[in-house]
């Protein structure tokens, strides 16, 4: 079992920044591979970013050049940098975690942070 904890949302103007945290504990951090989702009000949950066990990340297209996930194995942390917020990216955010097996992924979920942007 994996349980993650979100930190770090809150309300921002246009054009500010905001960091999130996510805490994984319950399984060896380093054998997950970590993302971020958000959820806005009447839309499914999209992806935003992904960083991998070795470390390799992506992030959406919708967020290129603006958010940046890294982690940090030593403190069990992944974190979402994000810059140049837009009302759009208003949402509820969450922090998942996805372990591999021979039976298939595993997959975890926080509950979620709030970050509202606005204009």
């Known amino acids: 079992q994996v349980q993650l904890v979100e930190s770090g949302g809150g309300s921002v103007q246009a054009g500010g920044s905001l960091r999130l945290s996510c805490a994984a504990s319950?399984?060896?951090?380093?054998?997950?591979?970590m993302n971020w989702y958000r959820q806005a009000p009447g839309k499914e949950r999209e992806w935003v970013a992904g960083i991998g066990r070795s470390g390799g990340s992506g992030v959406a297209d919708s967020v290129k050049g603006r958010f940046t996930a890294s982690r940090d194995n030593a403190k069990n942390t992944v974190s979402l940098q994000m810059n140049s917020l837009k009302p759009e990216d208003t949402a509820m955010y969450y922090c998942?975690?996805?372990?591999?097996?021979?039976?298939?992924?595993?997959?975890?979920w926080g509950q979620g942070t709030q970050v509202t942007v606005s204009s």
């Open positions: 998942n975690a996805d372990l591999f097996t021979s039976l298939g992924t595993r997959r975890y």
């Open positions: 319950g399984r060896t951090f380093s054998s997950l591979e």
